[in-house]
């Protein structure tokens, strides 16, 4: 019987997964906010609930508030009331129901979900951005089933400034969502966050022109929107079903859910690797 050796200070040959070679950042870090989003995907599936609820205020909006604007559309400066109110409910779609993501996201860190996440070597970032997978995958159909409402109703738009119109909800829903995420990690109590986001979500409703046009205020209140950013993106979003793609308007709105998006994804990746050190 042979016996085979291995010279002295030689390392013997590993077999396994230790052949393979390790993955790339990119790679891995798709590979593990992939395995976040397809959990929390599941999620979802077995209690929509949530998605539901979120889609039915839009569209009791749409259909019961949007018949008394088309008396007095021609007032607000446009020409057809739903291509003019359905822009703001997506943006209401966007904002009310993102902000609500991060009440999930206490129910994990109570369960300790987000303290098994610490001992893996999941990329940290991956954490935060798998959860977006799944807030803009839910805002995105809901999105398509309230535009298609608003085509059922006798909404004219230009498929280029729907398209776009959608892409900038999906970025403020994501900033939303991300925030909300960020808000939830911190104060790890909805007794706390609940106020919160309802004292927030007041102002924006009232100051951002979603029900109804800010320019038929008075000036006191015109001027007090100019400093709501959610405001600029409203405008953007009806600028773009309007078809003025190339209206500075809609730069302000593009500039503004950028801006927002970028700045709460950083705030949601620093919080999540703050969580996880």
């Given amino acids: 019987m042979t016996t085979s050796t291995v010279p ?36 979802n599936l077995r209690n929509p609930a949530w998605v539901i609820i979120g ?6 909006y749409l259909l019961l508030f949007g018949p ?5 559309i021609g007032q607000l400066g ?16 966007g904002v009310f129901g993102a902000f609500f993501a991060g009440f999930s996201l206490i129910g994990e860190w109570r369960e300790g979900v987000i303290e098994a996440e610490r001992v ?52 403020l829903g994501g900033a939303c969502a991300a925030a909300s995420n960020a808000l939830a990690l911190t104060t790890k109590s909805e007794d706390v966050m609940a106020p919160v986001i309802n004292m927030v979500m007041l102002p924006v409703l ?45 730069l302000w709105g593009t500039v503004w859910a950028l801006g927002l998006f970028a700045a709460a994804v950083w705030w949601g990746t620093a919080t999540f690797r703050r969580e996880n050190a």
Avoid: H
């Avoid at 446009?78 to 779609?93: D, E, I, K, R």
């Fill in 55 to 60: 889609m039915l205020q839009p569209v009791l």
């Fill in 68 to 72: 008394l604007l088309e008396p007095l």
């Fill in 78 to 93: 446009a020409t057809n009331a739903y291509t003019f109110f359905v822009p703001g409910m997506l943006v209401q779609l």
């Fill in 206 to 250: 009232l100051l951002s022109g979603i029900l109804l046009p800010m320019t038929i205020g008075p000036a006191w209140l015109q001027t007090a929107s100019d400093f709501m950013p959610i405001r600029w993106v409203v405008d953007g979003v009806r600028t773009s079903f309007a078809g003025d793609l190339a209206s500075s308007t809609l």
């Fill in 120 to 171: 893996t070597p999941a990329n940290r970032t991956a954490l935060l951005v798998g959860r977006l997978y799944r807030d803009l995958l839910q805002l995105l159909v809901q999105a398509l089933i309230l535009v298609g409402l608003g085509f059922a109703l006798g909404m004219d738009a230009s498929v280029g400034g729907l398209v776009l119109g959608v892409l900038l909800t999906l970025l």
């Fill in 8 to 43: 002295v200070g030689a390392s013997a040959p590993s077999a396994g997964p230790a052949d393979v070679p390790p993955l790339g950042s990119a790679r891995r870090f798709l590979r593990d906010s992939g395995i976040v989003f397809r959990r929390q995907l599941r999620m």
